[in-house]
């Protein structure tokens, strides 16, 4: 063994100690700042620490609603007011007898995740600003009904907030408390951000067809991430009403709901730290600029625009020191073929997919009239035609985002849905897009990760608490999309951010982020567009290496030359109707096929 080789896996064992510093050692630093805190001795900063904890327990939540997930939840301080509420009404004993206060705090947990899934139900329909109205409306039935439920709430004249005995009476030991929950809030929240279902959540906020086609059930992920985060929105309520000693419904205002969610977006969308330090920097600049605080809402709105205008990433990518260095210039793709029988399953040859008489129209324009096609594992089949003739439509009823209005679709004889997208994995079927569909602030390596989803078997709670079944998932899906980037040729690449990534290494990530699935069927559209003449050759040599594992290959090119090359069979679309099908050399021979597509 030579000196180089020896030396590569202490070189990579530092550089990946290295890496591992450089990710913890904000955390460790604000960890040693809390923990010191203490020792100044000061109460006013003490209290002013406590509430930036408090916020950030409920900011660690909402993070993964508006940061991970993308859903614009403005009025998430509604769950602050609930939880504030039931644990100072269930301490004092307003419902029944009194409750020992941690209880309460437990019971104000409980109401948050009961009404974060009610709040959180009309997102799987609702988008945007329409979601966002919807918990503004939520947030302001809370606080009349405060002000109306006098018997439990005290109405405008308010209610005792709890008193938590010892070892965290008032004073220095209800500030442990609160930097406990936050760090613990913290800890659950970065152990979803870095599982599966964080991936999930980040492909559904800005991939959502990606995400359909690799598995993801976005209502039953929503439904999951809303119920963590209105938990922890009641517990900081709790942890709200002790602090406060007394809470009016005045104290839940509209600036306190912005402020939560300005945080986040200045922190940045699919960061832990970047929001935790943009809850702490909002928490704290009215406190020391009190002349400001009546200018809260206009300040914090100008630090949002400033940080959209100069840092549209926010303070998370201030820190991404990693993603500054420089890549290689003039980068080759250069796919190994021979990796292949690692990254599929071989297959016996025997299957197909089978489309009968298939209709779809839109309005009265006919995008499929009758087709008939079918896919045999093995071969790569080539579907051809003018723009406007129905190719990606074909694509998208087998993926199941189309329904059409007659035919059949049947996988091995047995019929396969037509309008359940994210089922599609399940029967091992993949697929890229014409468009290339990236979480451009995640890794390479992390987008095609998404694509191994599916194989993941820990549930949610265990990724919550990073039990050993979650631990494992996260090697074995490393694991396999790094194989699967050595098989296209993008290894090397594996942690760079995909939006530094180029054009053409783009389209063959897609590839691997299918690979993941250890396709039976992978259906690619128009892989070839924008690539080289080079980089086409070894695209058309991978594509037909995939095919000669056993995968069934559908795909959509306008490249003639790729797909008389590698194709076995080939369809021609017109206008919705097949022209013609056969093998290349009968379609380069079809007159029809000629005057139509492929011209003189």
């Not at 069927?521 to 050759?537: C, K, N, Q, V």
């Amino acid at each position: 063994m030579t000196d180089t080789a020896a030396s590569s896996p202490a070189r990579a064992a530092g550089t990946s100690w290295l890496g591992w510093l450089e990710g913890k050692l904000s955390w460790i630093l604000l960890g040693l700042v809390g923990l010191l805190l203490p020792l100044l001795d000061d109460s006013y900063i003490g209290v002013i620490a406590q509430r930036a904890y408090i916020y950030w327990v409920l900011s660690a939540g909402l993070n993964l609603v508006v940061g991970y997930a993308g859903q614009i939840a403005i009025g998430w301080v509604s769950m602050l007011t609930l939880g504030a509420y039931t644990t100072a009404a269930l301490a004092a004993g307003r419902i029944g007898p009194e409750w020992n206060p941690y209880l309460a705090l437990v019971a104000g947990g409980v109401m948050g995740a009961i009404f974060g899934v009610i709040v959180g139900l009309p997102a799987l329909r609702l988008r945007t600003f329409y979601f966002a109205m919807t918990t503004l409306g939520f947030a302001t039935i809370v606080t009349q009904v405060a002000l109306a439920w006098k018997d439990v709430t005290g109405g405008g004249v308010g209610t005792p907030g709890p008193t938590f005995s010892w070892p965290f009476e008032p004073g220095w030991g209800f500030y442990y408390f609160c930097f406990i929950l936050a760090a613990l809030a913290t800890w659950v929240t970065a152990n979803i951000g870095s599982s599966r279902y964080g991936r999930a959540l980040v492909a559904i906020r800005d991939a959502e067809v990606a995400a359909e086609a690799s598995g993801i059930a976005k209502p039953k992920l929503l439904i999951m991430v809303f119920l963590l985060a209105g938990a922890l929105g009641g517990v900081a309520g709790g942890l709200f009403a002790s602090l406060q000693s007394y809470i009016t419904p005045d104290a839940f205002t509209f600036e306190m709901s912005v402020l939560f969610f300005i945080a986040i977006l200045i922190g940045g969308r699919g960061s832990i730290l970047g929001p935790a330090l943009g809850t702490i920097i909002l928490t704290a600049l009215p406190e020391f600029a009190a002349p400001l605080v009546q200018w809260s809402t206009f300040l914090y709105a100008a630090l949002l625009l400033l940080i959209v205008l100069l840092i549209p990433g926010g303070i998370a990518d201030l820190l991404d020191f990693k993603n500054r260095r420089p890549l290689e210039q003039h980068r080759e793709i250069a796919p190994r073929k021979e990796l292949l029988s690692r990254a599929l399953d071989k297959t016996d040859g025997r299957h197909s997919i089978v489309l009968k008489d298939i209709a779809l129209h839109f309005g009265g324009v006919r995008a499929i009239d009758g087709l008939d096609l079918e896919i045999r594992s093995g071969e790569v089949h080539g579907l051809i035609g003018p723009n406007g003739s129905g190719k990606t439509t074909t694509l998208n009823v087998i993926s199941g985002y189309y329904k059409p209005k007659a035919g059949t679709l049947k996988l091995d004889g047995g019929d396969l849905p037509f309008d359940r997208p994210h089922l599609r994995a399940n029967y091992r079927i993949a697929r890229t897009f014409q468009t290339p569909r990236v979480v451009g602030a995640a890794s390479v390596l992390e987008n095609v990760m998404i694509g191994g989803t599916v194989h993941g078997q820990a549930t949610f709670a265990e990724a919550l608490l990073s039990l050993p079944r979650n631990r494992r998932d996260e090697k074995l899906l490393r694991a396999a999309a790094m194989q699967a980037l050595a098989t296209v040729g993008l290894e090397s690449l594996a942690d760079v951010r995909a939006d530094r990534l180029q054009h053409s290494e783009l389209r063959f990530m897609e590839i691997a982020r299918a690979l993941m699935l250890r396709p039976a069927f992978l259906m690619l559209d128009e892989p070839a567009a924008g690539l080289s003449p080079e980089e086409i050759r070894r695209l058309g040599d991978l594509i037909k290496a995939i095919s000669r594992e056993g995968t069934g290959v559908l795909l959509v090119e306008h490249h003639a030359d790729l797909i008389f090359d590698i194709c076995d069979r080939v369809t021609v679309l017109n206008l919705g109707k097949m022209l013609a099908a056969g093998t290349p050399n009968e379609i380069r021979s079809h007159r029809e096929v000629v005057s139509a597509y492929l011209g003189a």
